[in-house]
Each structure stands twice: as structure tokens, then as C-alpha cells.
């Protein structure tokens, strides 16, 4: 039975000095980065420069690499598809492409499934909340779809790449769980180092427009910025929910992450994050109440409230400060007012989608098109079978109705219940945030169904925050740092 302890969440502390003699004290040390490692980082660091020395040829010959490597299991898989995405999205103003990379993204999904999916046989229960909506989505794109081949083609896409990321994280041994968490927050750290130093270099930090937000290394303002979003809630949670002294890395890292996404103008990734926070308080509150005597949900909330008013007074008290706030809001047009900024970025697509939903509100309009505007100019082909045919939607409760109806949004609020309801099973509470945060970035970018794409990596990051604990990987790995004996502040239960 769960022992209740005086702690939340555990980051791995590691074991020094230890000695096999019984009765030997053990001294114990927490890293400063939870999660983190100075030489995976130092390595993707070096892969990135060989990316940008080497040219077009590195680039494909590293994609080619990747395709191999997935190939070896499930965590190989994990790790290739993550690069491969990274790389697929990196900056064109410092990284050259041949324009295989999309083709090679999707053989390396391809080749990663092939090794994961044999595992779905014992892990089934792990993929189904995806089969719940992907089985009636392909009945309704047979039936009611007006592009039935391009409804078809994405949802196999999609259903291909969340059942293999999925598969893949279960059937991680339990001394390799903390590897692959490393593995991301390693890549994580890497993106925002190597990106600052872009920031005196104008022609690649803005390379999409002069206008644009911080790119950074990466392709797209909106992408820098939506990457980061998961793991800045994942370090804000800790500061909210810790019930002890916050220790100054932890500030300094939500510091920087907020700063980086606020540079980059991706508002979405902003509203992902405070919303991932509003739905991770509801949750301790009042799904996980046990939690609550421990994490101490109104001193999270005066933490907030005091957070909220030094920005305000920052705001009244500094022009700078209310100028760059503004242009944040307003995406730099500071003309339109934030009403007519919301218009033109959003809301007058959901406004068209709300209408589309309307005139079939039951079956919807077909899994990933335009109705009545797409046309097959925009649609590539091969072998007269379609596999791109780009819909980008910006607001994903009325795009999933207009495409899904309300059959596909049932099924679809199916599927997301009951991956939250694995990610709510751990007893840290900074993976709740990370989840919702990973799912709420498609209120304003939907990503979700774009697996070729970035939305490939977020479905990794779900799949990275659905990992289930683990109190004995030690005695499988006598290398994984061991668990403390004693009370830390991060733990609510304690398995004996």
C-alpha cells in the first residue's frame, strides 16, 4: 500500500560514495539540471556543427544514419525519431538541405514503426486510445470525406506515427526510461545554447523575416518557441507545487525558457503553458486531493499572483517593458489593436471552420482538408496515391469539428482522456503540466495530426510524460542513480 511522504515529484539524485558494506553511510547529491547531461549535450552540440560544416551531404548522410539507427529498438527508435525531426526543422540560413529530408523523415517513421509495433501485441492497452479515434475518423473519411484519399492517407499517417511513439515509450526497459528523459531535456538545452549565440547574428535569429520573432537554430519562430513550452511548464510547475525552498537554478530556468518563448512571439506557446498550469492545479485540487495536503495548491497560487504583479508593475513602471508586452500580443503590429490581432492570426479561421462544422455537424467535412477550397494543385502524389496534401489550422476544438464532427470529437476527447489519465498516474506532478502543456499547444497551432511534421515530436513528448515510475530500475541497472532513503521534496508516495 502507498506510503504517504512529505514530498511531490523526484528528480534522480545520485549516489556517491556508496559502499557495499552494510550500514555504510551514503552521501547524496542532487544534479543542478534534473534530467540533463553536460555530454549528451556536448555531443548534439558537435552533431550540430557537422550539420552546418558538412552541408547538404551531412545532412542526408546524418537522416540516412538515423534510418539505420532506429532500427536497433524501441529507445534507438525514440532517439532517431527525435533528431530527425530537429534536424528535418533546422535553420536554412546555417544548415544546407538536398530536399530529401521530408522523404527520408517519413522512410525513418516508416523503419521505426517496423521495429516498435511487434511490441504492441503485450502493450496494446497502451496504443488503444489512438484505435478509439482513428477506427471511427476512417469510417466517417470513407463515407462522408470529400477527399476520401487524403482523409485516409493522414489518418494512417497519424494513427502510424501516435501508436509507434507510444508503443515505443512502453516498451522502454525501466533502466532506460531515465536515459530517454535525459535524452530530451539534453536536446532541449541544446536548442536554446547554441540559439542564443543567433541573437547577434540578425540574418539567421530573424532568418524568415526581419520582422519575424527569435528563431534561433531552428526553422520557424512558431517552432522555436512551441518546443520549449512543455518542458518551461514543466520547471514552472516545480517552482509552484515544491513545498520546499526553490532552489535558484530552478529560476533561472524558467527564467530563460520564458524569455527565449517570449522573444520568439509564439503566443501559442505562452497560452499552452498557462493553461497546462490551470489544468494541472484542477487536477491536484480535485482528481489527485491526496496530492493537494502535500503540494499546497494556494501557496501555488499566491506564488502565482505575486509572479502576475511583479510583471504588472514591471509593466507600469517601465515603457520598454509594456512596449515589448505588446508587441508580444500583437505579433509586432502594434496598429491592429489586440482584438483585430486575434482575427487575422486566428480567429477568422476558426470563425469559417464554426460555419463549415455547422452545415455537417455530425460526420464533419473529412480528416485534414479544406471544404470546398482545396484543390489538387496543392496535393503530391506518388504512384497516383496521395502523401502530402498541407492543411494548416490554427484553433483545434473548431477544426476538429469541422473536419471529425461531433462523432470524431467525441472519440477524440476519448483519446485525450485517456492519455491524460496515464500521465495523471505519476506521482510528479511537473509530468501532468508537461502533458497538458504538450496537448494545449494545438489550441493555436494544430500540430497533433501533422506527424510529418513537428507534430511527430510532440507526440513523443506525450508519449515521454505518459512514462510510467519506477522504484526498482537500480536493482536492474546498478549504474542508474538510486532513489534517497530519506524524505526529498518532490515524492508524495513511496512504494514498499
Known sequence: ?????????????????????????????????????????????????????????????????????????PAQAIRALSLGVVIKYL?????????????????????????????????FVVALPVFIFSLPVAV???????????????????????????????????????????WFFSLTVTIVAVSLPTIFFPAIAHARAASAGFQGILNHPQAFGIVLAPFAAWFFTGILFQPKGVRPWQWLAVAGLFVMILISGARTAMAAIMLSLFA????????????????????????????????GLAVLASH??????????????????????FQNSRGNGAELQWQNFLARPITGNGL??????????????????????????????????????????????????????????????????????????????????SVGGIGLYFWLLIGLATLPEDYNAASINPERPVPSTTPRPWVLYKRV
Open 368 to 449: 485534414g482538408i479544406y471544404p470546398g477550397q482545396m484543390s489538387r494543385e496543392g496535393v503530391v502524389t506518388f504512384l497516383g496515391i496521395p502523401i502530402s496534401a498541407p492543411a494548416e489550422k490554427g484553433f483545434l476544438p473548431t477544426a476538429i469539428l469541422e473536419e471529425t464532427g461531433l462523432i470524431g470529437t467525441g472519440a477524440f476527447l476519448i483519446m485525450l482522456m485517456l492519455l491524460a489519465n496515464r500521465a495523471i498516474k505519476t506521482s510528479d506532478i511537473r509530468w501532468y503540466s508537461f502533458f497538458f502543456a504538450s496537448i494545449f499547444i494545438n489550441v493555436g497551432e494544430v500540430v497533433i495530426f
Open 91 to 123: 535553420n536554412g540560413a546555417v544548415f544546407a538541405f538536398t530536399g530529401l529530408e521530408a522523404t527520408l523523415a517519413w522512410l525513418l517513421l516508416f523503419l521505426a514503426a517496423v521495429r516498435v509495433l511487434p511490441y504492441i501485441v503485450e502493450r
Open 320 to 341: 520598454g517593458v509594456a512596449e515589448a508586452l505588446t508587441r508580444y500580443i500583437v505579433k509586432n503590429d502594434k496598429d491592429i489593436g489586440v482584438e483585430k490581432s
Open 280 to 311: 494541472t492545479f484542477l487536477i491536484v485540487l480535485f482528481i489527485k486531493p491526496r496530492q493537494a495536503i502535500v503540494a499546497r495548491p494556494l501557496r501555488a497560487v499566491l506564488i502565482a499572483v505575486a509572479l502576475l504583479g511583479c510583471v
Open 140 to 182: 466517417l473519411s470513407i463515407t462522408t470525406s470529400e477527399w476520401p484519399e487524403i482523409s485516409i492517407m493522414k489518418l494512417l499517417a497519424f494513427t502510424l506515427a501516435a501508436v509507434t511513439a507510444l508503443t515505443a515509450f512502453a516498451a522502454l526497459d525501466p533502466s532506460e526510461r531515465e536515459a530517454i528523459r535525459r
Open 1 to 73: 500500500m502507498p506510503v504517504p511522504s512529505k514530498s511531490l515529484i523526484e528528480p534522480p539524485v545520485r549516489r556517491r560514495g556508496a559502499s557495499t558494506a552494510a550500514g555504510a553511510s551514503i552521501a547524496t547529491a542532487e544534479p543542478l539540471l534534473p534530467y540533463v547531461s553536460v555530454t549528451l549535450v556536448l555531443r548534439f552540440a558537435l552533431l550540430l556543427a557537422v550539420l552546418a560544416g558538412g552541408g547538404g551531404a551531412a545532412v542526408t548522410a546524418a537522416m540516412i544514419a538515423l534510418c539505420i539507427w532506429a532500427l536497433i529498438g
